[in-house]
Nanobody, 119 residues
Framework: QVQLVESGGGLVQAGGSLRLSCAAS????????MGWYRQAPGKERELVAS???????YYGSSVRGRFTISRDICKNTVYLQTNSLKPEDTAVYYC?????????????WGQGTQVTVSS
């Protein structure tokens, strides 16, 4: 299994920045993709950014050019640098990991971290 713990959320003014962290533990060698999702009140959870084992990144259209996903392999941690934040970025941000164990695919989620952007 893979366990994920997020940190780094908070309250920031529009135009500001936050860096979110997601520390992975457990069967980290089996992780194929890690990503950040977010869910605002009354909305569906949406993919914000992801990074594959090989380092290939993906960004949702609403954050492309403002957010950057990166990783520190030695620390088993994935980061989401959020810049030029807008009030519409307000949401609970969740880290996730897709991994293989014994031929099956699993998905783990962190507990979420709140990001609030004031106008």
């Amino acid at each position: 299994q893979v366990q994920l713990v997020e940190s780094g959320g908070g309250l920031v003014q529009a135009g500001g920045s936050l860096r979110l962290s997601c520390a992975a533990s457990g069967s980290i060698f089996s992780i194929n993709v890690m990503g950040w999702y977010r869910q605002a009140p009354g909305k569906e959870r949406e993919l914000v950014a992801s990074i594959t084992r090989g380092g290939i990144t993906y960004y949702g259209s609403s954050v492309r050019g403002r957010f950057t996903i990166s990783r520190d392999i030695c620390k088993n941690t994935v980061y989401l640098q959020t810049n030029s934040l807008k009030p519409e970025d307000t949401a609970v941000y969740y880290c996730n990991a897709d991994y293989n164990l014994s031929g099956a695919v699993f998905r783990s989620w962190g507990q979420g971290t709140q990001v609030t952007v004031s106008s």
